[in-house]
């Protein structure tokens, strides 16, 4: 109010802010505290603005009974909410919804039942109700001269704009009311619960971490007896391994691989009757870096849109040359996010481009991430792309490029070699993963696997 009446020196004497302070539910030192510093802020501004009769802020610091809160919220032109952290904030609802009135209300206050309504929200962009009042002014708290702006704006507002806006708050309050809440929330949780009596649940992790996850059916636990007896029974192997967050934890530092993942590959790659292939998102000069060691290595880099048999062999690539012009419109998004992201980067790849908030604070970075999401999807709806999320990034990469293409490939060129195995191992840990697994598991019906084959899709980690 005060920056308000700063800035907007043609308000002072014409507007009153009501600040209803809520009774503290806690006591102490803290709670003391913002008591004084509010008291000092009305007694400050009242002085600065208020003249004989006329006090800018009114603070009611006392409980107050529902149907006087409501009483205030039928009179006030604009109801500011600007908590900085808050959970489900009612109160924009009950303003809009006392502003709607009735006959009674009408009555009282001497309107014609017809006349239009009008209600003016301001609210931060920190309250759960936020994103569904698309007719409020959003802001953010603590830019306080954007606060006094949107109140301003809120005031000034053309009469016929403030009876859209009220239109728009009150059809979606009066439509989403609390049987619309009950329904949605039982149909969330009869779709969660359908399968639950077929799933099989699961006790993983100790002492504090330790919870009960229920799994499909199909779902087995990796049991490494039976995986190395099948080995050993096979004669000819494909093995398909994820690089982050597979072969390397995601929290490590050195994302390099260490001697003993070297040496681990190459024992693999030693046996004659094994195809052993690295799928990653990863460059192609990284990977080919990382594993230069590995002469018999397979790798696929950028999710297999480059793919090589082994260490000396040419790179192919899966599908066509990917157009990358796309990247001109999704640049200068993701610049934007960096920006206003601290500890975010971005990864240019040859054919893809990523958003990496891994040292970013983790809840921002993650609510930014979902936001860029939307955001990169509505911008790049008509070009050849795919918008996916990961573990800590946003990645654009070319539409048909996925890992599942790689496994297609490798066994394709097995059957083709009259090789096809009965052993299949694909190891990964995020939704990229899955497309492996889907071809190697759907594959089990086809002639690319020999009849009788061993499949094992593992996940590590938590299955997404
Ligand atoms: O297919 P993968 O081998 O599992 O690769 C997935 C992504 O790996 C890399 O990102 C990961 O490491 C980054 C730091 O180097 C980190 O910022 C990010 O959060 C991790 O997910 C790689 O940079 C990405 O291009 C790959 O998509």
New binding site residues.
């Given amino acids: 109010m005060e920056q308000l009446l700063m800035q907007h020196p043609e308000w002072q004497g014409k507007i009153v802010l009501v600040q209803i302070a809520n009774p503290a539910r806690g006591k102490g030192k803290d709670v003391k505290e913002v008591q004084a510093e509010t008291n000092a802020a009305v007694k400050r501004i009242n002085k600065t603005f208020g003249k004989p009769g006329y006090d800018p802020v009114v603070l009611i610091d006392a409980p107050l009974k529902f149907y006087e809160k409501v009483a205030y919220y039928v009179v006030a032109e604009c109801c500011l909410v600007t908590a900085v952290r808050d959970g489900m904030n009612l109160i924009p609802y009950e303003y809009i919804i006392s502003r709607q009135g009735n006959d009674r209300l009408n009555k009282l206050l001497g309107q014609e039942p017809s006349a239009p309504k009008k209600s003016m929200l301001v609210i931060s962009e920190f309250i759960g109700c936020s994103p569904s009042l698309s007719g409020a002014i959003r802001v953010n708290p603590w830019n306080i001269e954007s606060v006094a702006d949107a109140m301003d704006s809120a005031l000034e507002m053309a009469e016929p704009e403030k009876q859209l806006r009220h239109e728009k708050h009150y059809r979606y309050v009066s439509t989403h009311d609390v049987g619309y809440w009950a329904r949605s929330f039982l149909q969330d949780l009869e779709r969660t619960c359908r399968d639950h009596s077929k799933r099989r649940c699961w006790g993983i992790g100790f002492g504090l971490s330790f919870r009960v996850v229920a799994l499909d059916p199909n779902f087995k636990k990796l049991s490494l007896e039976r995986i190395v007896s099948a080995y050993k029974r096979s004669t000819t192997r494909a093995i398909l391994l ?5 072969l390397m934890p ?1 929290a490590s530092i050195d ?1 390099s691989p260490s001697s003993k993942s070297i040496d681990i590959i190459n024992s693999l790659c030693r046996d004659k009757n094994n195809m052993v292939f690295l ?4 460059s192609r000069n990284t990977v080919a870096e990382w594993f230069s060691e590995c002469e018999k290595l397979g790798l696929a880099a950028e ?1 297999g849109y480059f793919l090589r048999l082994t260490r000396d062999a040419e790179w192919e690539t899966c599908v066509p040359v990917a157009d990358i012009t796309w990247k001109q419109i999704a640049e200068p998004v993701m610049q934007l996010y960096t920006e206003t992201t601290d500890g975010s ?1 971005i ?1 240019d ?1 040859e054919t893809s481009l ?1 958003w ?4 970013a604070d983790p809840d921002f970075g993650s609510c930014q991430a979902k936001e860029l999401l939307d955001h990169l999807e509505s911008v790049l709806a008509n070009e050849p792309v795919t918008v996916k999320s ?4 946003v ?1 654009v990469k070319p539409q048909g490029v996925s890992k599942g293409l790689v496994a297609k490939h490798l066994l394709s060129i097995m059957q083709e070699n009259e090789t096809s195995p009965d052993f299949v191992l694909c190891i990964g ?2 939704r ?1 993963d899955e497309d492996m697994f889907e071809v190697i598991v759907t594959s089990m019906a086809g002639p690319s696997l020999a009849q009788n084959a061993e499949v094992f899709a593992c996940t590590v980690g938590r299955k997404p």
């Fill in positions: 994820d690089y982050d967050g597979t995601q994302k799928v990653s998102a990863r999710h980067t990864e790849k990523v990496c908030y891994e040292d990961g573990q800590s990034i990645e840990d995020d990229s």
